[in-house]
């Protein structure tokens, strides 16, 4: 069986790709549906796409195995299989909102369309996590076909469905947080949501020797603090660091109980850093190398830095 896919940009040079047990393949008028997704700039790589609103569009098809698998993430329906788990990986790793077509429909009489048709603002780190490996000459892909995207979420969607990780990390329902975070936003919403990943995370990570209400009674700081070193970005956290952290919470706070940052300098600076590390931490759980494109880690040491002096101005300005 095969179904229609919307919005999938497949890897530079290849005209399909096999994950897990799907085959997807560009359609016949590749280049024409491609242009039409949107672009918020320029970009040339293997097409040249010129800046433009866009539009939801059908690049692709998934041809089904004859039985499908049972999803692993922890959707709320019952009735999803491997397949959303993949698209929801695909969403997460092409930067939109991928998804299937109606099996009813045709092109010209679709279904209502509930998704963003637009690029996700975040999650760009996490993408280039993903490392780039040109196909061989003779292969069965098309050279030069980028196969480095194969075969990390071959190898990623491998992880999760082991009973290991989904036992960790409850059926990874932190990464369909991911995909909420990532769209297009305020940032004021990306960053309350990549704050949720993070207690989340928390809870997951220490929910087996803590009691519910002891996850609660765990200071913010606290939960920052244990998630940076859990992950490498710090190898520990002093008392001057954590009164750095406490400016992260005090973004959280006011946003929370006021419904806007506090009014400081570089505030947002600090907001934008906060979701670069979640990317950076979700890289880490699929055992990905974190890419620091956007130099993340100088990013972090630049914060903590002079953490007392910051934590004193933070304290005496008011939002």
Aim: net charge positive; hydrophobic share 40%.
């Amino acid at each position: 069986m095969r179904r229609r896919v919307y919005n999938l940009e497949l890897p530079s040079g290849c005209h399909e790709m096999t994950i897990y047990e799907y085959r997807f393949s560009r359609v016949e008028d590749y280049v024409q549906k491609i242009n039409r997704l949107q672009q918020p700039v320029n970009i040339s790589s293997e097409f040249r796409i010129k800046a433009n609103t866009g539009r939801h569009t059908v690049t692709a098809y998934v041809d089904l195995p004859h039985v499908e698998r049972e999803a692993v993430f922890e959707w709320y329906g019952n009735k999803e299989t491997a397949l959303d788990d993949i698209l929801l990986l695909l969403s997460v790793f092409r930067s939109r909102d991928v998804f299937l077509g109606s099996e009813e429909a045709t092109d010209g009489n679709e279904l209502i369309i509930r998704q963003d048709p637009r690029v996700y603002l975040y999650g760009g780190s996490l993408s280039c996590s993903v490392p780039y490996k040109r196909g061989e000459k003779g292969s069965e892909h098309n050279y030069p076909c980028n196969v480095g995207f194969q075969e990390a979420m071959n190898k990623t969607y491998n992880l999760i469905r082991t009973e290991k990780w989904l036992k960790k990390y409850r059926n990874g329902y932190f990464i369909i947080l991911a995909r909420n975070a990532f769209r297009q936003q305020s940032l004021e919403s990306s960053f309350i949501q990549a704050w949720t990943i993070w207690e989340h995370l928390f809870a997951v990570l220490n929910g087996h020797w803590l009691s519910k209400e002891r996850l609660r009674q765990v200071s913010s700081v606290e939960k920052v603090s244990f998630l940076l070193v859990q992950y490498a970005l710090k190898d520990e956290i002093d008392n001057a660091s954590r009164k750095r952290i406490e400016v992260l919470a005090e973004i959280r706070n006011r946003l929370i109980h006021f419904g806007r940052f506090p009014a400081r300098d570089k505030v947002s600076q600090d907001a934008h850093l906060f979701i670069l590390l979640t990317e950076f931490i979700i890289a880490k759980i699929l055992e990905l190398e974190p890419s620091n494109v956007f130099n993340t880690v100088e990013k972090l040491e630049d914060f903590l830095k002079n953490s007392e002096a910051a934590a004193k101005k933070a304290s005496s300005t008011k939002a």
